[in-house]
């Protein structure tokens, strides 16, 4: 995957670049000090994924993705970890935090390329919605998914990311017109680009949503009705006597 870094940092550059040298399917074809070089360079070519600083002189990292019409996918690199659930709202594939450990670097850009592979093939639909399951075509043949294995729904683009118990699913539809199909007595849509089975849920904390491993950002303008309908309703609370 073509790639480029965008810090203002000169020896961030140098830190991320050398990760890069250790993964083999990534080809680091520029390296920008600012948003608006890097703007000009996207004008110009063909790039699948951006390294993104966020603190930046100028334009931020997140004014930069949201000014794009078709970004490519975006890697946030910074020193505050309090931008993430912004982030993640604008559909970025994850999220590293300063200074990047080269295992946690490996893993983002092992998500990156999933992504981008199933984008490649991804020409599936959703077929049809029942009571219990949704048929999806993808790979010439039709799955079947019941509601009880989808764990979450994550979209990117033009495209959600099905998060099964067994397999990832990635159709083209935006995630708005998935949400207004499935059950809303089973999913929940937790932010701009998030859709949770609540029965996976473990843990609600602040603003994040743990489902086993993974880490869900609930997002601010969905919060309140998400906690009045799927939390408070089952909350065992201390009585006063």
Known sequence: ???????????????????????????????????????????????????????????TG???????????????????????LEGFELDVVDYLVKPIRLQRFVKAVNKAKEYFELTQKADNTIESFEEEFIYIKADRKYIRLF??????????????????????????????????QLPDSIFARVGKSYIINVNF??????????????????????KEQFLKKYVKGNLIERKRF
């Open 62 to 84: 997140l004014e930069f993705i949201r000014s794009l019409k078709n970004p490519p996918m975006v890697i946030l690199t910074t020193a505050y970890p309090q931008y993430a």
């Open 201 to 222: 849920i473990d843990s609600i904390e602040l603003d994040i949503i743990q489902l086993g491993n993974e880490e869900i950002p609930l997002g601010r303008t969905y």
């Open 147 to 180: 509601f009880k294995n989808i764990q979450y729904i994550k979209g990117m683009k033009d495209y959600v990311m099905i998060y099964a118990s067994d397999q990832r699913i990635m159709t083209a539809m935006n995630i708005k017109t998935i949400n207004n």
């Open 1 to 59: 995957m073509k790639c480029i870094i965008v810090d203002d940092e000169p020896l961030a550059r140098e830190g991320i670049e050398l990760n890069i040298e250790e993964v083999s399917f990534l080809d680091l074809v520029g390296q920008f000090g600012n948003a608006l070089a890097a703007n000009d360079f996207l004008m110009q070519n063909e790039v699948e994924l951006m390294f993104l600083d966020i603190e930046m002189p100028g334009i």
